[in-house]
Nanobody, 126 residues
Framework: QVHLVESGGALVQAGGSLRLSCAASGHTFSDYAMGWFRQAPGKEREFVAAISWSGATTLYADSVKGRFTISRDNAKSTVYLQMTSLKPEDTAVFYC???????????????????WGQGTQVTVSS
């Protein structure tokens, strides 16, 4: 059973930075793409970023491009989301996700992911 645990969420001022982590277990981490999604109150869950199994390919939502960086450490079975220049509209619960499809390229659609973490709250104050 794949298990994902996010951490690093916090309250931060606008313009600040934060790094989220997601530790995975239960599968061969280095063979699967990973993604980050977020859900703000009253809104649908939306794609943030994704990274290929090797880390060579990344995808970003337009709203975070240039501010967020996704990376992974396969030796630690952990994916990261470095967030800079945070804005109040980045406030959301952030979720990491993966799937059971071997070396599938990174995807932006939530339907491409089979396993989800419990989420970590990021709050950006103005």
């Amino acid at each position: 059973q794949v298990h994902l645990v996010e951490s690093g969420g916090a309250l931060v001022q606008a313009g600040g930075s934060l790094r989220l982590s997601c530790a995975a277990s239960g599968h061969t981490f280095s063979d699967y793409a990973m993604g980050w999604f977020r859900q703000a109150p009253g809104k649908e869950r939306e794609f943030v970023a994704a990274i290929s199994w090797s880390g060579a390919t990344t995808l970003y939502a337009d709203s975070v491009k240039g501010r967020f960086t996704i990376s992974r450490d396969n030796a630690k079975s952990t994916v990261y989301l470095q967030m800079t220049s945070l804005k109040p509209e980045d406030t959301a619960v952030f979720y990491c996700a993966t799937n059971g499809r071997w070396r599938l390229p990174p995807q932006a659609m939530s339907s491409a992911y089979d396993y989800w973490g419990q989420g970590t709250q990021v709050t950006v104050s103005s």
